[in-house]
């Protein structure tokens, strides 16, 4: 185990060549994804069909080799586990049953019940740890607890989580009962996910930039230190990652706060501020612009380049600073490969 990079650099370890992956490498950028998703019918199918979902996750490994695969899932299926209704409209994105007040948040299903309806997903990571290269790291994940109320609230995602915040200053106390419900539910996903085969955790705050001051502090520092304390009891040994995306300042010391053994950062991040002030604290993840995955041409290189030396003096992961987005063209994903291993 201590061998593949991934794990090795999460453990603290500087490395002459970082491992590499994509969020959302397993996505619509790939034809033979599209072709899947076809067979599968819809988004929501496709994440429930253990076998489709593995083979999903697996074709940018076969394609790329990258040295993570990350389970193919969705942030948005744990609230459908605790009792939302969720579905997805074509070309237009998820839609939820909304909570907007405290019997809202009392109706929700308690966190030990999410396991029957999320039993597909442990399913996935079973038959990926099967399947996978031995030198292929497989990551589990979930939504933070402040992003994935976010769409619970609204129903949907919103531009700025303006109905969450209306929800958090009209009633602060169901809010953050709100907020634990979630985080509640999160430990028992994620834990499970680490039975069923996952090595790494990854927790994503999509949203998280929208948080300022005290609300930061409560609402996406404090559930992650309190998900990550929960998971390290029961599993010690399982590197977490956190991505608090667009924290900007706050990104330095968060891993210290909560525990996380490795910070993701976003596109918008100075890496150089990033390699002196969060990299400190232990490994860093990111942060190349996904735009350049679409534009291609030098400017990939040189920035992924530029990237990977900023970083190189302490444990480093290459990623984008958010997903690669579906105009991307498969071809520079294989250049900016070659731009770190060649």
Not at 160 to 175: L, S
Not at 215 to 235: M, Q, S, T, V
Request: with cysteine; charged share 25%; aromatic share 8%.
């Amino acid at each position: 185990m201590t061998r593949k990079t991934m794990l090795r650099a999460l453990a603290g370890e500087r490395l002459p060549t970082p491992p590499i992956w994509m969020m959302r490498q397993a996505g619509r950028y790939l034809p033979e994804y599209r072709a899947t998703r076809a067979e599968a019918g819809d988004f929501l199918s496709l994440c429930y069909n253990s076998d489709l979902a593995a083979e999903v996750t697996l074709q940018p490994i076969r394609r790329y080799g990258f040295d993570a695969a990350i389970l193919f899932a969705d942030i948005l299926l744990l609230p459908q586990a605790l009792g939302s209704d969720v579905w997805f409209v074509t070309g237009e994105g998820p839609r939820l049953s909304t909570i907007t007040d405290a019997k809202g948040v009392a109706d929700l299903r308690p966190a030990a019940d999410v396991h029957e309806k999320l039993s597909p997903i442990y399913e996935t990571l079973r038959i990926l740890r099967r399947e996978l290269p031995q030198e292929t790291t497989l990551i589990g994940f979930a939504g933070a607890p402040w992003t994935v109320a976010t769409y619970m609230v609204a129903g949907r995602g919103t531009p700025d989580q303006a109905p969450a915040h209306a929800f958090k200053a009209a009633d602060r106390a169901a809010f953050s009962a709100l907020i634990d419900r979630i985080a509640d539910g999160t430990i028992e996903y994620l834990s499970a996910q680490v039975e069923a085969g996952a090595e790494v955790l990854k927790l994503f705050d999509s949203w998280a930039g929208s948080l300022k001051g005290q609300d930061f502090d409560d609402f996406a520092l404090a559930p992650a230190k309190k998900i990550i304390a929960a998971l390290k009891a029961r599993h010690p040994d399982t590197p977490i990652i956190a991505f608090p995306r667009e924290a900007g300042p706050r990104y330095a010391g968060f891993a210290k706060a909560t525990g996380a053994d490795a910070v993701a950062i976003d596109q918008f991040t100075d890496a150089d501020w990033a390699a002196a002030e969060v990299q400190k604290d232990g490994c860093v993840q990111g942060n190349l612009d996904p735009r350049l995955l679409v534009e291609g041409g030098p400017r990939l290189v040189s920035e992924t380049k530029r990237i990977a030396q900023a970083f190189s003096n302490g444990p480093h992961i290459f990623n984008l600073g958010h997903g690669i987005t579906p105009d991307a063209d498969p071809e520079n994903v294989h250049r900016m490969i070659e731009a770190i291993r060649g």
